[in-house]
């Protein structure tokens, strides 16, 4: 069986949309929409992207640390691993 697509209103006439696999996990969640015609075309978008849509490893898994971020305070550096 398939996921399952739902649009829901959000409030204020904005809409999203969420899909659910089969088991009732929501694998994915879209931003806001004004209209329920741009909800759907959303839908029709991951649609069509999702089969040919590259998939990037930035997890840990592979033995390279993740990125440090700098520190929010000028002149504060953040210690080495």
């Known amino acids: ?5 739902e649009i ?3 409030g204020g006439k904005k809409y999203f949309f969420k899909l659910t696999a089969p088991d009732g996990t929501v694998v994915a969640v ?5 209209t ?6 959303g839908i029709n978008a991951v649609r069509e992207n999702a089969a040919t849509g590259l998939i990037v490893d930035k997890s840990r898994a ?5 990125q440090r971020k700098a520190a929010a305070r000028p002149g504060v550096t953040l210690a080495s691993r």
């Open 30 to 34: 879209s931003p806001l929409f004004n």
């Open 36 to 41: 329920i015609k741009g909800a759907a075309a």
């Open 62 to 66: 592979h033995g390279q640390p993740a």
């Open 1 to 5: 069986m398939a996921g399952i697509f």
């Open 8 to 10: 829901a209103e959000a």
